[in-house]
C-alpha cells in the first residue's frame, strides 16, 4: 500500500513539473514569436556628389564692327557701359552687350581676367596721349554673384600676365548668383593702327 501511494506521488510530482515545463515553453516561444514579428531593420542610401567647376562666356564677342575717329580731334572712346551713346568722337556702332560670364558648376570660384594684348599692342598710336584699353567688372543682374578684388565699376587697366588680374573671389555657384558682367573700354588714336583689329578675353577659374 505504502508502494501505490509513493507512486501516486511521484506521478503527481512528474504531472505537475510537466505542466510547468510546458508553460514555460510556451511563454518563451510567445515572446520569441512576439519579438521577431515587431523586430527592425535598416537599409543605408549612399551616394556621391562629385564636385564641378566650370564657367562660361554665355556672351562672349563685342564688335563695334568698321569705323574711324572724326576728324579734327585726337581720339575716339568705344565702351560697352555707356548706354545707347557709347561712342564718342568717332562712328563706330555702338555696342552695350559686354561679356557675360556665368559659373555653370557647384562650386564657388575665383575668376581672373587677361587679355592677349596691351593698349599698344592691340590698337598703337600717340595722338592724344595714346591708346587706352580698359576693364570693367560688374553684378549684371544678378546682385550678389561676386565678391570684387577690384572695385565694382571702376575701370581696370587690362592684364596681359597669365592668369590676369583677380576681379571675383569668389564668383558664387548658385543659381541666383552666379553671372558678372565685363564690359570693355578702348580709346583709339586718330594715329592707331588700321584694319581689322582683334583680342581675346581670357577667364580663368579655380575652386575654392
Do not use: H, Q
Amino acid at each position: 500500500m505504502k508502494t501505490d501511494n509513493a507512486l501516486l506521488i511521484i506521478a503527481l510530482i512528474a504531472v505537475v513539473v510537466s505542466v510547468i515545463g510546458a508553460g514555460i515553453t510556451y511563454n518563451y516561444a510567445s515572446s520569441f514569436r512576439s519579438r521577431w514579428m515587431t523586430g527592425l531593420a535598416t537599409g543605408t542610401v549612399n551616394l556621391t556628389v562629385e564636385s564641378a567647376a566650370s564657367i562660361n562666356f554665355t556672351t562672349d564677342e563685342i564688335n563695334w564692327g568698321s569705323g574711324r575717329v572724326n576728324p579734327g580731334v585726337d581720339n575716339a572712346t568705344l565702351n560697352t557701359a555707356g548706354g545707347a551713346n557709347n561712342i564718342t568722337n568717332g562712328n563706330w556702332t555702338g555696342n552695350t552687350a559686354g561679356f557675360v560670364i556665368e559659373n555653370l558648376g557647384n562650386e564657388n570660384v575665383t575668376l581672373e581676367i587677361a587679355t592677349g594684348k596691351t593698349a599698344a599692342t592691340f590698337i598703337s598710336g600717340t595722338a592724344g596721349g595714346g591708346p587706352s584699353y580698359r576693364f570693367n567688372v560688374s553684378d549684371n543682374t544678378e546682385d550678389g554673384s561676386c565678391e570684387y578684388n577690384v572695385t565694382e565699376g571702376d575701370w581696370n587697366v587690362v592684364n596681359t600676365t597669365s592668369p590676369g588680374t583677380l576681379v571675383c573671389r569668389p564668383l558664387y555657384a548658385a543659381d541666383a548668383t552666379d553671372v558678372v558682367r565685363i564690359d570693355v573700354e578702348v580709346v583709339i588714336p586718330s594715329d592707331s593702327l588700321i584694319g581689322e583689329l582683334t583680342d581675346t578675353f581670357t577667364a580663368t577659374i579655380a575652386a575654392i
